[in-house]
């Protein structure tokens, strides 16, 4: 079962997103902090990440140039962000995300952007 790392600080959304992953046959990992998640993500216990944006702890940039330069990290990742909150998509995209949705979303819009990246990282 292909894993899904969420980086969310919101019970709410957590609980619908796990709902709906494991509707598609995906399994949610939950990650309590940014640094929780560079962890999983060293450690290639997971095959995508969705991070929200505002992190508390670490800015979405910081934590995707971790992953991407000093873990070396090539998982797919998806930011969620505000329909507001455009100029950190966009920051984020260039820091080496690799797709978005803004919130609140579509949960079918979600997995399709899950399975379209999924399958182009397995190839």
Do not use: W
Request: hydrophobic share 50%; with cysteine.
């Amino acid at each position: 079962m292909l894993k899904v790392l969420i980086c969310e600080q919101r019970p709410i959304l957590l609980t619908v997103l796990e709902y709906r992953l494991r509707q598609y046959g995906l399994q949610m990992v939950r990650a309590r902090s940014p640094g929780d998640a560079l962890r999983r993500v060293h450690d290639r216990s997971v095959d995508l990440v969705l991070a929200d944006v505002c992190q508390p702890e670490m800015n979405i940039c910081t934590f995707i140039g971790l992953m991407r330069e000093d873990i070396g990290s090539t998982i797919p990742i998806i930011v969620m962000a505000e329909q507001e909150n455009r100029a950190a998509i966009v920051a984020a995209l260039e820091a080496g995300a690799d797709d978005f949705v803004f919130q609140p979303f579509r949960p079918v819009e979600l997995i399709l952007r899950i399975e379209i990246l999924l399958e182009k990282s397995l190839k």
